[in-house]
């Protein structure tokens, strides 16, 4: 079965499109960061990811190595981990491998290389195919008892530990929104989304905006933001958290619902009439800046930017005056009122690694007199856990809350489409949108449409 499994990821790794940007490892207690403190990939060098190979001491379970693929809370982690260490005496080694890299690819090198983490992270049925063979089963776990939001795949078996919860939707600046007399309420529908917009441009120097909306659309590192998040609410926005009609169509050789893309497309056309022109080939940092720094009125990013904005940009949060932030649902037609909330990824454990010792870490991570405390506080994650007693002091907490006890939330299922769709095809569809060499909506359509059929006609 390993062998199979190891065939699988040789030729997954060897359709990868791109190149593999690598990054330099620095150690943080009892961390190893895999690239820079940076979400910006463009900073980090090229050169080919590397971790010492496992020792004796892994063996006996006293050290565990853990891939985590959010920059944004490395410094948390390291916490997390010296925490741990103090408690227990077992080390996590922790390698963060930043954004815009595919970590999918880098740890498929680390498999072939015989040097796998114990704790990996992967996200749902897009990479559960390919992992399958090699994650522990989780299911008789005590804190799956206390959460909803495990990985369970289709043999009803668990086998992915979430850590947050995130959310998806249109963030806007309140203090701006409220300068100008706009209700975020009020934006219920295509209709009013325009006038809100207009409204807002016309006020851009009073209100000292760059552009009413952070729509960055660059597909070589911010491939995941256009063509994978903004996409992806074109097959939940509005829906019921288990309904998987557009997500089926796609998997049913890339199908599109022209009555739903339409205005969909019509939606990506407005952000493109009044997005900062930076969009087309800015990064990750200067999107979340430009919003933090009260520059723009909207940022087509969701709620994990609470960290950056409240520990990276810190300063110029405050400057902007630590305003309340929000969301809107991305109601592309009129009276869709969800935004979408789901654990971004999950970890796994290996099943070849130190998985017992892996067990304990994970349930301790699970647990208020555990690590409930550092992941909220220190990483900002929204826990997943129904006694968690900690909530995380970021500005998209309430707002998920909200929603939430609302019941006005969608699943996100981008997850389930082919692997690969959001690098490869839409996010280069969304930016040409952006760069103007697709002209109208109606060529946008056409142009995704048999790109992404292209790609699922691909064997």
């Known amino acids: 079965m390993k062998k199979k499994a190891l065939a699988l990821l040789l030729a997954a790794t060897s359709t990868i499109t791109f190149a593999l940007a690598g990054c330099g490892v620095t150690t943080t207690g009892n961390t190893e960061t895999t690239g820079s403190t940076s979400s910006d990939a463009t900073t980090q060098e090229a050169t080919t990811a590397q971790t010492p190979a496992a020792t004796a001491d892994d063996a006996e379970g006293t050290t565990i190595r853990l891939v985590n693929n959010k920059a ?7 916490i997390l981990a010296d925490t741990y260490k ?6 996590v080694s922790i390698d963060t491998i930043g954004g815009g890299q595919d970590t999918q690819a880098i740890l498929k090198n680390y498999y072939q290389a015989g040097n796998m983490p114990d704790i990996f992270v992967f996200e749902g049925d897009t990479h559960y195919e390919t992992w399958k063979d090699l994650l522990a ?8 008892k206390d959460t909803e939001a495990e990985y369970v795949a289709a043999d009803g078996h668990v086998y992915g530990f979430p850590t947050t919860t995130e959310a998806i939707g249109l963030s806007y600046n309140k203090s701006i929104l409220d300068k100008a007399g706009i209700d975020p309420k009020s934006i219920t529908g295509p209709e009013s989304m325009r006038a809100a917009f207009e409204k807002l441009d016309s006020m851009k120097d009073e209100l000292g905006l760059t552009a009413v909306v952070g729509y960055y659309t660059e597909s070589a590192n911010l491939w995941w933001t256009a063509g994978q998040h903004l996409f992806g609410t074109y097959l939940d926005s509005g829906l019921a958290r288990n309904d998987t009609t ?7 050789g890339g199908k599109l619902d022209m009555d739903r893309a339409k205005p969909f497309a019509e939606m990506v056309a407005l952000f493109n ?4 022109p930076k969009g087309i080939s800015g990064s990750y940092d200067d999107q979340v800046l430009g919003f933090a720094s009260g520059k723009y009125a909207f940022v087509t990013q969701g709620s994990w930017i609470g960290a950056s904005m409240t520990t990276t940009y810190a300063d110029q949060y405050a400057e902007a005056g630590n305003f309340e932030v929000g969301m809107i649902p991305y109601a592309f037609i009129e009276g869709q009122d969800t935004i979408q909330t789901n654990s971004p990824n999950w970890w796994g454990l290996y099943s070849d690694g130190n998985v017992e010792a892996s067990k304990a870490f994970i349930q301790w991570c699970s647990e208020n007199e555990g690590g ?3 992941l909220a506080e220190k990483c900002g994650c929204v826990s997943p856990f129904t ?6 002091e970021d500005p998209y907490a309430a707002t998920i809350g909200e929603y939430t006890a609302a019941g006005k939330t969608s699943a996100w299922h981008w997850q389930g489409w082919k692997a690969g769709l959001a690098q490869n095809v839409t996010s280069v569809v969304f930016q040409d949108f952006a760069k103007g060499s697709i002209k109208d909506t109606d060529q946008f359509l056409d142009t995704l449409q048999k790109a992404i059929e292209a ?4 064997q």
Do not use: R
Request: charged share 25%; proline share 2%; hydrophobic share 30%.
């Open 72 to 78: 944004e809370i490395q410094e948390g982690l390291a």
């Open 86 to 91: 103090e408690q227990t005496g077992v080390t």
């Open 137 to 144: 089963d989780l299911s008789d776990e005590a804190w799956t």
């Open 246 to 252: 557009y997500l089926d169509l796609i998997n049913d």
């Open 273 to 276: 009439e009044y997005t900062d």
């Open 372 to 374: 409930q405390q550092i």
């Open 387 to 392: 006694s968690s007693k900690y909530a995380p």
């Open 455 to 458: 790609y699922y006609a691909q």
